[in-house]
């Protein structure tokens, strides 16, 4: 379907690609993995042309219909955002709104071209039927409902909306279009827990060919069945999931070495003889031979480390033992009523996962504890002895865009040395010369690394954390959940990561309840494990 001869690409003095293969066939789901700058966006603008090869061939056959969904979104605005969802979903998408338009101008009584605007009617309606575009609309619905929007939102103007939901409107066009092949770049950000199942499903029922990035686990392991990782230049293909991948990978890094140390061995003892002879006649011929016979040797190489850096908290000071008390919490935006009489007791060392749809009002709730905002009546009072932690996508504008990674660190931290600061910023995947990059140079995820770095050095006994892993890689995110488990404080904490639910959730708060209805909250005195096998079978799939 889709294939890569031979590809080299470079960008300065940066070799992005080195003689890489690469296929995707029909029907395949295809996760695309490697770090950062590996070249996982050149490769899917390969694909839609929006970039070239330096050398080799890039073969997509012309027929071949391309739906690409990417992190950056185009201005949406104008109309409701069901049209516009419509709109980009490819052929049909033109049609309906073509139809739109020439019923207008049919309805127009000074149009003086009638016989030309209904001759166009007919052949636009022919192939927009033929299309199943009268089926467009309520598909549409469907797709949104399921990526969480509520009616109201979707006959609502598309520009009124914030950037997260505007992307959910993005992935729907490209769903929509229902293209041959989909490319997806991390399309579960942005996404709450129910979305990320939904979609899921969709892409699970999906007839074409996906690949795609994702910086999650479980979501990744449900849909793929090959694993494509870019690596040094190469594009290395695993049948399996990422679980099967990290194995075999582990597998091929220890056969690798112990083949490099094998040849080393093997070389260093031929160098020995070479040296040992070298001066002497009667040996001289063998001497040569050997000399030619390693230079045709092929080097093996060292299997490049993955540097992961374990995160060791310092120990907190001790709480209280009532950490916070909520009583009669009252809290609505205009009419919309969020909490009416909401009561919690958080107490010291719980670790309460907030879960729910968007807009239910879990950043809400962490607003208020964190006292960002405050509700229309009740209280949420803090206990005693208590240093809180709180991190919101908002914490990312406190980092000063004019310092370096590691000057920041330094002018927050400034009693402490320069190698415990560069270890920090290690633990957190900036090593090396990534230290030395200005803040304001630095990406979203790159911005939040250093955002909870910051504030988990010296550690406070309650952290409220909003969504703490949208944009850190794999790695990033597994370090942090294992480094939260030796967490001697309390946490709270709202996450649509399955992976983050699991290893962290010792308590259960469900706002909205799992069909998004207004119940309600759910108070769960049990792991998020726990809860998934007792309430899973009233949502199932969801959860799990």
Known sequence: MISFSNINK????????????????????????????????????????EETPDEGNVSVPKKLTIGYFRQDVEEMKGRSVLDEAIAGSGRAGDLH???????????????????????????????????????????????????????DQIDGDVGALSGGWKMRVALARVLLGRPDVLLMDEPTNHLDIESIIWLEQYLKSFKGALLMTSHDREFMNRLVSKIAEIDAGEIITYSGNYDFYERERTIREANQQAAFSRQQSMLAKEQRFIDRFRTHAAKAAQVQSRIKALDKIEKIELPKKRQIV????????????????????????GPRVIYDGFSLTIRRGERWAV??????????????????????????????????????????????????????????????????????????????????????????????????????????????????????????????????????????????????????????????????????PLVYPGSYIEYVQKLGHEAPGIFS
């Open 310 to 333: 374990n995160f060791e908290f310092r120990v907190p000071p001790r709480s209280g033992e009532q950490v916070a008390v909520i009583e009669d919490l009252h809290k609505s935006y």
């Open 97 to 151: 709104h073509e139809l739109e338009a020439l019923q207008h101008a049919m309805e127009d009584p000074k149009a003086d071209d009638m016989d030309r605007i209904l001759e166009r009617f007919g052949h636009v309606q022919e192939e927009y039927e033929h299309l199943g575009g009268y089926a467009l609309e309520s598909q549409a619905r469907e797709v949104l409902h399921g990526l969480g929007f509520k009616d």
């Open 355 to 520: 879960m729910g749809r968007n807009g239910a009002g879990k950043t809400t709730l962490l607003k208020m504890i964190a006292g960002a905002t405050t509700p229309d009546s009740g209280s949420v009072r803090l206990g005693a002895s208590l240093n809180m932690g709180y991190f919101a996508q908002q914490s990312l504008d406190v980092l000063d865009p004019n310092l370096t990674i590691i000057e920041q660190l330094q002018q927050d931290f400034p009693q402490d040395g320069l190698g415990a600061l560069r270890n920090l910023a290690g633990a957190f995947q900036f090593s090396g010369d990534d230290v030395d990059k200005k803040i304001r140079a630095l990406s979203g995820g790159e911005k939040s690394r250093l955002a909870i770095a910051r504030m988990l050095y010296n550690p406070p006994n309650f952290l409220v954390l909003d969504e703490p892993t949208n944009h850190l890689d794999l790695a990033t995110k597994e370090m942090l959940v294992e480094a939260l488990k030796d967490f001697e404080g309390t946490m709270i904490f709202v996450s649509h990561d399955r992976m983050f639910l699991r290893g962290l959730g010792s308590r259960v708060l469900e706002l909205g309840g799992e069909s998004g209805t207004d119940r309600e």
């Open 10 to 49: 470079q960008y300065g003095r940066q070799l992005v690609f080195v003689d890489a293969e690469f296929q995707l066939n029909p029907g395949e789901k295809v996760g695309l993995v490697g770090p950062n700058g590996s070249g996982k966006t050149t490769l899917f603008r390969m694909v839609v042309g």
